[in-house]
Structure formats: C-alpha cells, structure tokens
C-alpha cells in the first residue's frame, strides 16, 4: 500500500471500542451494576417469556389443565432461553456442543427462579389460568407475572454475575 492510501484516520465501526458493554471491568472485580444485572435479567426473560407465552396460549387453546399447561410453558421456557443465547454464542464461531454449555451455564438459574415466580404468580391470581386467550384476566396476569419475575430475578443474576458465574460465563463471547 502506498502512503497516499493511508488508512490510519478512517473509523471501523464493527472495532469499536466497547463501550456499550458496560460494567464488564466492574464484573471482573467482582461488583456488578444493577442495570449489567437488570440486562442480563431481561435476556433471560426474552426467551422465557417467548417459551411461556407459548405454551399458556397453546395449553389454553387446547383446553388442557393447569399442571400440563405448566409444564409445557416451562419446558418451552427453557428452550427458547437456552436457544436464545445459544444464537449469540455461536455467532461468535463456538461450536453447537460448547455453546449449549455455555448456556446451560448462564441461563439455568435465572430460568429455573423466573419459571417458579411466574408460575406461582399466575396461579395465585384467581381465574387467570382458566380465563381464555381473549381474557384481559389471563393477559394482563401474565404481563404482570414476567414484571414480577424480572424484578425478583434481577437480583438473583446481580448475585450470580458477582460470583463468575450466571450471564458472567457469557462474557468471554461478547467481541
């Protein structure tokens, strides 16, 4: 190349300089922000909630009980949340078997804390499971059972975060 073609002072977008990963210094110190944890906790909750949703519309919709709508809405939980992050991680070039453990890593105990809550919070609420998809009821208790997950999950993943362990195992995957 030569020196009229200098290049030095072009900006490269896709090498930039991280700034928008927040807090990762903080996290290897071991402290965690609240607005790492609330990111890494609405993470969870995207694919929670796309597997939940799910499986309360199609459970209802097929007139199944309470424990079996559950269980499906849980077990697609799981699936769309491991899926979800699974997508990011092999984008970054890992390979189908390891990216599957890193998300076993990161997303189990969120996902497993963010099922209990919700579920327990759509039982409790009276009627919203047997109230049917055009309900205001069953919606309006869902949308409020996926608020209080994430507010109650958030600082579980603050506490995971801190430890290394939760969405922190994520990290290394993120440039």
Request: with cysteine; charged share 10%.
């Amino acid at each position: 190349m030569s020196a009229e073609h200098d290049h030095s002072h072009h900006e490269h977008q896709h090498h930039g300089d991280h700034s928008g990963h927040t807090g990762h210094e903080d996290h290897q110190q071991g402290k965690v922000s609240w607005g790492m944890a609330a990111s890494a906790t609405l993470h969870c909750l995207t694919g929670c909630a796309i597997g939940e949703v799910l499986g309360m519309v199609i459970g209802t919709a097929l007139g199944w009980g309470n424990l079996a709508t559950i269980v499906l809405a849980v077990a697609l939980a799981f699936v769309f949340g491991y899926a979800l992050t699974m997508r990011g991680v092999l984008r970054a070039g890992v390979g189908f078997k390891q990216a599957l453990k890193v998300a076993l890593a990161a997303d189990t105990v969120s996902i497993i804390v963010m099922e209990i809550i919700d579920n327990g919070v759509m039982l409790v609420v009276p009627g919203a499971m047997e109230a049917g998809l055009t309900s205001g009821l069953f919606w309006g208790a869902l949308a409020f059972a996926l608020f209080v997950a994430f507010l109650l999950t958030t600082p579980v993943n603050k506490w995971l975060i801190g430890r290394g362990a939760g969405h922190a195992v994520m990290h290394a995957y993120h440039h």
